[in-house]
Structures are given as structure tokens and as C-alpha cells.
């Protein structure tokens, strides 16, 4: 699949450029295989959304990426959170450019995944408020929804205009990235270095449950 020219998020990045903290997370962890989610839940997350390429699965492949502890992090978090506050946001999936793309809310299961594909029209960073309205059934405060993704100018940028809480993970997978996403992450790299968090109130809570899980006070 194709992704066509995401004009609408060029636009928003340059916001992000004169306020950066619009494009730093609240954790930065190396992959999902890094992330605690009984501990995220208990730090007061109740659902969670995740990009799909080179966050969950290699860019344009169905199954969750082969590398240590992605598969069984991947269960937790579906075992954690239930499938119903679970879902995959990615600007190749769920839009116009998929041809299985529906205007009826959250009726597309990934088939390799097995959660929901959020179908939305208006690609990342755009739109955080069609992830909020899918969640808004759950009655869950943006900030009790983690967004989880490898990019700072969609996915980063994503979920603080939303208010929820987001985890920037590391990129794994570039064989088949296509040349724009390459191109602008060298540019991330460049332009925010080496980037620094937010923190916030969830993300302190979060690493005291993690001490508590190594045995810490």
C-alpha cells in the first residue's frame, strides 16, 4: 500500500518547530517489548493506541515484529488492557489510501494483530479527536489514553494535541520504509537531537509501579 502525500501534517509539523514541546513525549522507551503495561495501567492509563509501522509490525507487513519480546509484550498488552481498549492508528491503515478504508466506526479488525484499526480521514498528526471519540464509549479522559509510536512530528505530535498521554518508541525496521518517512526521521533526529521527555504525573507514576515490579522501595 501506497501512502499518498500527507499535505495537512506538513503544515502542522511547522508548529512543532516553534513550540517542540508539541513533539516530546511524556516516556521514551526502546520498543514495546520495553514497556511495563500492568504498570502503565496502574499508573492510570486505561487505553492505549499504537502506530503500526516500525511500532508494532516491520512498515507494510501484517504480524508483529519477530524481535525479543515483541510478540509477548504485544499479548500483555491486549491481556492487560482487553481488545476493546486496544486499537492501531497509522496513517497507511483505516484512511482513504486503504482499500478496505469504512466510514462506520471501528468495525475493521487487524488481521494479524487482532485489534481494531481506527478508520479516519484525516492522517497523523491530524485528527487526534476520532481516536478520542472511539474511546469516548469507555468515558476515558484523554489522558488516561496512551498514544504509542515511533515518530515525533505524527505520532508524538498526535497525541499531545489530544491530551493523552505518549510514548516515543525506537524505529527497528527500514528495509521497506518509504523514502519520506526515512527522510524526515533523519530530520526529527536532527532538529529535536536527542529529545528529552515531558514526565507528567501518569509518567512518574508509571516508573514508581516499575520499581515496585524490580523489587524497589
Given at each position: 500500500m501506497v501512502q499518498s502525500f500527507n499535505s495537512q501534517g506538513i503544515l502542522l509539523s511547522f508548529?512543532?518547530?516553534?513550540?517542540?514541546?508539541?513533539?516530546?513525549p511524556n516516556l521514551h522507551l526502546p520498543s514495546i517489548a520495553h514497556i511495563s503495561f500492568p504498570a502503565l495501567k496502574r499508573a492510570g492509563i486505561h487505553a492505549?493506541?499504537?502506530?503500526?509501522?516500525?511500532?508494532?509490525?516491520?512498515?507494510?507487513?501484517?504480524?508483529?515484529?519477530?524481535?525479543?519480546?515483541?510478540?509477548?509484550?504485544?499479548?500483555?498488552?491486549?491481556?492487560?488492557?482487553?481488545?476493546?481498549?486496544v486499537c492501531v492508528v497509522s496513517n497507511s491503515l483505516g484512511t482513504p489510501d486503504d482499500p478496505s478504508f469504512t466510514t462506520e466506526k471501528g468495525v475493521v479488525v487487524h488481521p494479524g494483530l487482532g485489534v481494531k484499526i481506527l478508520q479516519h480521514t484525516l492522517k497523523k498528526p491530524a485528527g487526534s479527536d476520532a481516536l478520542l471519540a472511539h474511546?469516548?464509549?469507555?468515558?476515558?479522559?484523554?489522558?488516561?489514553?496512551?498514544?504509542v509510536g515511533d515518530r515525533?512530528?505524527?505520532?508524538?505530535?498526535?497525541?499531545?494535541?489530544?491530551?493523552?498521554?505518549?510514548?516515543?518508541?525506537?524505529?527497528?525496521?527500514?528495509?521497506?520504509?518509504?523514502?519520506?518517512?526515512?527522510?524526515?526521521?533523519?530530520?526529527?533526529?536532527?532538529?529535536?537531537?536527542?529529545?528529552?521527555?515531558?514526565?507528567?504525573?501518569?509518567?512518574?507514576?508509571?516508573?514508581?509501579?516499575?520499581?515496585?515490579?524490580?523489587?524497589?522501595?
Open positions: 508548529r512543532a518547530f516553534l513550540n517542540p514541546s508539541l513533539a516530546t492505549i493506541a499504537f502506530d503500526k509501522d516500525n511500532t508494532l509490525t516491520a512498515p507494510y507487513e501484517d504480524e508483529i515484529w519477530h524481535g525479543p519480546g515483541f510478540e509477548a509484550g504485544w499479548e500483555e498488552c491486549k491481556r492487560v488492557f482487553g481488545a476493546d481498549h474511546f469516548s464509549t469507555h468515558a476515558h479522559a484523554p489522558h488516561t489514553i496512551a498514544f515525533r512530528l505524527t505520532d508524538v505530535y498526535y497525541g499531545n494535541l489530544g491530551g493523552m498521554t505518549t510514548i516515543l518508541t525506537d524505529a527497528f525496521s527500514f528495509e521497506r520504509d518509504n523514502l519520506a518517512a526515512r527522510s524526515v526521521r533523519v530530520f526529527e533526529g536532527w532538529w529535536f537531537g536527542g529529545g528529552g521527555v515531558r514526565g507528567g504525573e501518569v509518567a512518574e507514576r508509571y516508573w514508581r509501579e516499575v520499581l515496585k515490579e524490580r523489587g524497589g522501595v
